[in-house]
């Protein structure tokens, strides 16, 4: 998922450990119909170590992706050689790049957008998206619907973050974090903290994560020239309503 800010949060310092952090979260299913349905070529943008272009690759798609985490493109590019299929791997901004080319599927996938924490920062990407989509192309993108409940949390409380197992010690690691909500900004800060075996509980760097409403977010893409062709709830294309946790959005050019 590679931010694309300067901000470094300790999630990508290593893609081993990052896909253990995430792992069975690709929605491979989803990303797969997509491509069967509007074909290729296909982008990714916030790539991170390849849990969605891989397996497309792997079932003959043309894949790019574009990540700006030296850290995720390093095992990305270690796990598309061990399974044997090619991948164009870019590192890059995805508020500034230039490709030289257009793609039938343009994807933003695992709430990835949330690290573009400004206007500005989503406008570039956009405009950036514009440029390579194929005037017949189709632009993708998943983000949850932001929690009131986790919102109003303050940095007093501890949350369950993460769990998984060391590549190396093998030990298992505990992630937790403490949040706190800025409205002004609608950006939540985290600060993560871990835990190895039953070693201490220490710091662990900052996530920050931009939170886009749905009414909100229908309006920044309007006005940055996408329609939206669908707009769903859940990967089996249900309809989005005030139930849904996430918003999953086909766009096209307007």
């Not at 949060?9 to 797969?32: E, N, P, Q, T």
């Not at 993460?162 to 002004?184: F, H, I, L």
């Amino acid at each position: 998922m590679g931010t694309p800010s300067s901000i470094v949060s300790s999630i990508y310092s290593s893609g081993k450990i990052y896909d253990r952090l995430f792992a069975g979260s690709s929605g491979y299913l989803y990303w797969g119909s997509l491509a069967q349905a509007y074909g290729d070529p296909v982008l990714e943008i916030m790539c991170g170590t390849g849990l969605v272009s891989i397996p497309l690759a792997r079932q003959g798609y043309k894949v790019t992706g574009l990540d700006l985490a030296k850290t995720m493109l390093a095992e990305a590019r270690h796990k598309a050689s061990q399974a044997g299929v090619e991948v164009d791997w870019v590192l890059g901004d995805v508020r500034d790049f230039d490709l030289g080319k257009q793609f039938k599927l343009i994807f933003l996938p695992s709430n990835s957008i949330c690290h573009l924490l400004t206007r500005a920062d989503l406008e570039a990407c956009l405009a950036c998206v514009a440029h390579h989509l194929d005037a017949s192309g189709r632009f993708a993108v998943t983000v949850f619907v932001p929690s009131l409940e986790l919102l109003i949390k303050t940095s007093e409380e501890e949350q369950p973050f993460s769990t998984y197992t060391d590549p190396e010690s093998g030990e298992e690691v505990v992630m937790t974090q403490r949040s706190w909500y800025d409205s002004a900004t609608q950006i939540k800060h985290n600060q993560l903290f871990k835990r190895v075996g039953s070693g201490p509980t220490e710091p662990n760097g900052e996530l920050t994560m931009r939170m886009y409403f749905p009414q909100e977010l229908d309006a920044l893409f309007w006005y940055n020239g996408f329609a939206i062709e669908h707009k769903y709830g859940g990967t089996d294309h249900s309809p989005f309503d005030g139930q849904s946790a996430m918003q999953y959005y086909i766009l096209k050019h307007r």
